[in-house]
């Protein structure tokens, strides 16, 4: 008996290496180019890509969320490499599990609450402590960051004790939309006029979603899971993982609301 266990045990070790290199993943969401080197072209979402497939990373900062129906949703992203240079490797050298991590906003502080990159779909709707941080046409939070070589400051709306964080807002110059991707260096501040001073609360990289790609990105993978059999809650934290790993922190209760109104989802 011990000797059958044995053999089943060590047949299962040596399957293993061959069932994971024959792993398939369907392609969910791209950022950068990525090229499949069997086809010469960029990889797209809900392409399907193999273990043994070789891509090549276009830049440092290309990668791509995919999922696999066996074992869940992976990132690919290249090694180390300068910021700027392709990077060659087969696709199960370059996989790694998603890290995306849930917490609720009561156990999140304003400082603590954007990371190193925060997405915005839509409006954000902030809840401050206005006790610690009261808010009037004296005492205001405002983002500043350098676009084009220049500081800009941009005063940020509030109605009692929401602070309320938008793209127009933001990224709006005299009227005018700038490239989210040419911004550096995002920081949150809170002014106090009695004192003249300002107060940096955080520094995080700060990105807009474009609703209309998004709604159609999250359709393929909500629909993915719908067909796993999955249920709406299960569904609703693989899109909170999802967005972390893929774009940055992001406000589960604003996503929640958002998720409902495109997809039904509660």
């Known amino acids: 008996m011990k000797n059958r266990i044995l053999l089943s045990a060590v047949l299962f070790i040596l399957a293993l290496p061959g069932f994971l290199l024959s792993q398939c993943y369907t392609v969910l969401s791209v950022k950068g180019e990525i090229i499949l080197e069997k086809t010469g072209k960029p990889i797209q979402e809900m392409d399907e890509i193999c273990a043994t497939d070789k891509l090549t990373f276009k830049s440092s900062d290309s990668k791509a969320a995919v999922l696999s ?7 690919l992203k290249p090694g180390k490499s300068k910021k700027n240079e392709s990077f060659s490797a087969f696709v199960k050298s370059v996989l790694s599990q998603g890290t995306g991590s849930l917490s609720t906003r009561g156990e999140v502080s304003l ?34 960051y350098k676009y084009n070589g220049e ?8 109605n009692k004790d929401t602070l309320f964080i938008d793209k127009e807002s933001v990224f709006k110059i005299d009227e005018i939309e700038i490239d989210q991707k040419s911004v550096q260096g995002v920081s949150l501040y809170y002014f ?65 609301i958002w998720l409902f109104d495109k997809y039904g989802l509660m």
């Open 69 to 75: 129906s066996e074992q869940g949703r992976f990132i």
């Open 111 to 144: 400082e603590n609450e954007f990371g190193e990159s925060y997405f915005v779909i839509g409006t954000y709707r902030l809840p401050v402590d206005i006790k610690t941080y009261p808010m009037s046409e004296s005492n205001f939070f405002y983002i500043k």
């Open 151 to 158: 500081d800009i400051n941009k005063k940020l709306k509030f």
């Open 192 to 256: 106090e006029k009695g004192k003249n001073t300002s107060t940096k609360i955080a520094s995080f990289q700060l990105s807009f979603a474009n609703e209309s790609k998004l709604t159609a990105e999250l359709k393929s993978y909500v629909n993915l899971l719908k067909n796993a059999g999955k249920n709406n809650d299960y569904i609703i934290q693989e899109v909170v993982l999802y967005l972390n790993d893929v774009y940055g922190n992001i406000n589960i209760d604003n996503l929640k």
